[in-house]
């Protein structure tokens, strides 16, 4: 599955952006990756992990703005439509996996 996380966060003082840095420098840390301005996805393996990155989430939300997160199964996300311009591209493949033996 993949959790999105999407934001709108206010930028107007210093102060505000400092804490939009911090926030965004803190979903890449939990392995999420920029979609588009504001919108950052992460492959979770299960609900599971799903519900452990929602929580780490939670734990460094910004004081100001608005945070949505949302999850959607891989079938759901191989259905988006992704386009650059008029040009289709194909969507983010899921990181492989290691096997332990």
Do not use: I, N
């Not at 965004?24 to 393996?45: I, P, T, W």
């Amino acid at each position: 599955m993949w959790l999105f996380a999407l934001f709108d966060l206010p930028v107007d003082t210093k102060e505000a952006r400092r804490e939009y840095v911090r926030f965004r420098k803190a979903l890449l840390d939990e392995g999420f990756s920029m979609l588009q301005f504001s919108v950052y996805a992460r492959y979770c393996a299960s609900e599971e992990a799903s519900d452990c990155h929602r929580r780490r989430v939670r734990a460094v939300l910004p004081p100001d703005g608005q945070v949505r997160l949302l999850a959607v199964t891989d079938r759901q996300f191989g259905k988006m439509e992704v386009f650059l311009g008029r040009k289709r591209e194909g969507v983010e493949e899921p990181p492989s996996q290691m096997a332990f033996f």
